[in-house]
């Protein structure tokens, strides 16, 4: 589950879907 904290990092814009 680390991975959506890469992902975060590459699209903030999905941050809030990931977050």
Do not use: A, E, N
Not at 2 to 18: A, T
């Amino acid at each position: 589950m680390r991975d959506y904290k890469h992902k975060r990092v590459v699209k903030p814009q999905l941050s809030v879907y990931f977050y």
